[in-house]
C-alpha cells in the first residue's frame, strides 16, 4: 500500500510540474483530489483494514492529500503569475498606465470663506477667540442690552434650552448670535482688545433662500482709549477690499442695534456692476454686508470699563453671506444640502 501511495505521488508531482495552464489544474485536481481519486478511495477504505495498518496507511495517506494540497497552491500561484507576465509580453497589460487616484477630500466652502476673513483681520492685529454654542440669555440678551421683554428680541428668533431653574427660569440657549462674546471677553480682561470671534449662531428660523437656521457668523470688535468711527470705518474698508476687490467703496447707513450706538449697516459698491446697477446689486449698485457701530457706554459699563475713558466698535457679518456675494450663489442652502457637484467647484 505503501508502495502505491508513493507512486502516485511522483505521477501527480510530475504531472502538476507540466501544467502551464490554469484550466489543467482543474482537471488534475479532479483527478488526484477529487471524490473518485485514487487517494480519496484510499482514505475511504481505511476503516476496512486491519488496525495496525490503518494506523500507517492513513497517516501516510493523509500526509499525502496535505501535500498534494499544498503543491497545487504553490502551482496555482505560479501559473498566475506567469500569466500575468505573459500578458505585459503580449502588450495586453499596460503596467505604464497611470493609476486611480484616490478621491481627495477638501474644506467646506463655509470654512474656507471663515479661514479667509479671520486672516484678514489677523493681519490687521486681532486675535480670535470662540465661545460657547450654548449661551446664558444673560450674555446673549441682557448684557447686550436686550432685556426680557424688550421688543428688540424679536429680531432673533431663539432656541431655548430645555433646562429650568428652581424658581422655574430657562436662562439657556443656542447663540442668536457671536456679539455675546464681546461681553465674555471685555468681563476677562482689561483693554485694549482688539478680538473676532468666528462661530455658528442658531436660529429658530424657517429657512428659505436666504435664511438657514444654523449659519457661520463673525464678529469682531476693538476696544481701547480715543476709538472712534473712524478706526471702524478704516477697519471694514480695508477688510472689504481684501475680500471684495482693491477698488471698492463703502457706506454707512444708520441702523439699529441694542448694543452699539451710533448703529451702522455697512454696503459696498457692486463688484460685479462696479456701481452702476445689476441683478446682484438688485439695481442699487450698493450691497449690505454687515451691522456695526460704536460699543454703548451701558454695554462698557457693565463690564466695568469706563466709558469716559475707553472707547470702541463691534461689527458682526455673516459667512455665508459673504461666500453668497462672492461667488454669485443665489440659495444658502446650497451650502448644507451636501450635493458635491456644488461643493466641488469650491
Ligand atoms: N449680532 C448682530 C446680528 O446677529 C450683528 C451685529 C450688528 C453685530 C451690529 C455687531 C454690531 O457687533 O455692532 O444680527
Redesign the pocket.
Known amino acids: 500500500m505503501k508502495d502505491k501511495l508513493d507512486e502516485l505521488r511522483s505521477k501527480a508531482i510530475s504531472e502538476l510540474d507540466s501544467i502551464d495552464a490554469p484550466s489543467d489544474l482543474d482537471s488534475w485536481r479532479v483527478r488526484y483530489l477529487g471524490r473518485k481519486s485514487a487517494l480519496t478511495q484510499v482514505l475511504r477504505g481505511l476503516a476496512t483494514l486491519p488496525l495496525e495498518e490503518k494506523r500507517s496507511v492513513g497517516a501516510a495517506a493523509n500526509e499525502l492529500r496535505a501535500f498534494l494540497e499544498k503543491s497545487l497552491a504553490l502551482k496555482e500561484e505560479s501559473v498566475r503569475e506567469s500569466e500575468v507576465a505573459r500578458s505585459i509580453e503580449r502588450g495586453r497589460l499596460d503596467v505604464t498606465l497611470p493609476g486611480r487616484p484616490p478621491a481627495l477630500g477638501r474644506l467646506h466652502p463655509a470654512t474656507q470663506m471663515l479661514r479667509h476673513i479671520c486672516d484678514i483681520f489677523l493681519s490687521m492685529g486681532f486675535e480670535v477667540v470662540e465661545g460657547p454654542d450654548v449661551e446664558w440669555e444673560y450674555y446673549n440678551f441682557d448684557a447686550l442690552n436686550i432685556p426680557p421683554d424688550h421688543p428688540a428680541r424679536d429680531?432673533?428668533d431663539t432656541l431655548w434650552i430645555d433646562f429650568e431653574t428652581e424658581d422655574g427660569q430657562r436662562p439657556m440657549l443656542l447663540r442668536?448670535?457671536?456679539?455675546p462674546m464681546?461681553i465674555r471677553v471685555m468681563e476677562s480682561r482689561l483693554p485694549p482688545v482688539r478680538v473676532i470671534v468666528p462661530g455658528k449662531?442658531y436660529r429658530y428660523e424657517a429657512t428659505d433662500a436666504t435664511h438657514e437656521a444654523i449659519f457661520y457668523?463673525i464678529?469682531g470688535?476693538a476696544v481701547d482709549r480715543n476709538i472712534t468711527l473712524a478706526d471702524l470705518k478704516g477697519t471694514l474698508f480695508e477688510f472689504a477690499k481684501q475680500l471684495f476687490g482693491e477698488e471698492r467703496k463703502v457706506r454707512f447707513r444708520c441702523d439699529y442695534?441694542p448694543?452699539?450706538e451710533p448703529?451702522v449697516e455697512m454696503a459696498i459698491d457692486c463688484f460685479a456692476c462696479n456701481g452702476a446697477g445689476c441683478s446682484l446689486c438688485s439695481g442699487s449698485g450698493w450691497i449690505e454686508i454687515l451691522?456695526?457701530?460704536m460699543v454703548h457706554p451701558d454695554v462698557l459699563r457693565r463690564v466695568n470699563y469706563d466709558p469716559e475713558v475707553y472707547t470702541g466698535f463691534?461689527?458682526?457679518l455673516g459667512v455665508e453671506r459673504m461666500s453668497m456675494l462672492k461667488y454669485g450663489i443665489e440659495d444658502i442652502r446650497l451650502f448644507y444640502s451636501n450635493d458635491l457637484r456644488f461643493l466641488r467647484q469650491f
Not at 442668536?176 to 456679539?179: A, G, I, P, Q, R
Open positions: 429680531m432673533w442668536t448670535h457671536t456679539s464681546q449662531v457668523q464678529e470688535f442695534f448694543f452699539v448703529g451691522g456695526a457701530g463691534a461689527f458682526g
